[in-house]
């Protein structure tokens, strides 16, 4: 499997990805409030792996410009076209990944990446590539499975035997603590770690990094 392969998996999976409920609402709820109030209204926002632009839709208008991507074109057309029923200045769907992005002097005031770093197959490359699409000082907010602090049945058993079938993603394996020193080595200071999930520890940590 490769990048082209798990843009395959997530265009067929993205009709019936649209319709699934979010399974924790409230905790949900409190990853946007936490990251409204780390955003300000100048400024310029990018999201890798947006879906099909639930987050987006939510946070765009709170600030000036907010670019939403996702390697799926099935994904961002569904975006595309809740925004079309809603539109929100300043907000552009596109498919992308974050390699594909160039760096040039609009670079942005903060990356999101909600349920995305488990995805990406050179977790080390993609944050170095995060963290020059960053202005000084920028940060980079994140929520995201650590599958390594997850039952070994699922790391071990399960996910591979779904993949096999092609029922489930590429999805990498690491621990929060492997994910806090990638982060940090790709030249961000770490401002916070911190639990949304309404019922104890999802192993899905919310981080909060700054460019040094």
Known sequence: MNIASDARFWDRSSRKYAKGAIADQAGFERTLDRTRALLGPSDKVLELGCGTGTTALRLAGEVEDYLATDISAGMIAIANEKHAAGPIRGLVFRTATAEALTPDAAQFNAVLGFNYLH????????????HTLLAAEGSF??????????????????LPAMRTIGKAPYAGVFREADLSRHISAAGFDLLATEIHA???????PYIVARKR
């Not at 995201?144 to 039952?151: A, H, I, L, Q, R």
């Not at 309404?198 to 899905?204: E, Q, W």
């Open 141 to 158: 907010i994140s929520k995201t499975p650590c599958v390594g602090d997850m039952n070994p049945l699922i790391r071990f058993a399960l």
């Open 119 to 130: 995805l990406v197959r050179d977790l080390p490359g993609t944050l170095r590539r995060i």
């Open 198 to 204: 309404t019922k104890g520890n999802d192993n899905r």
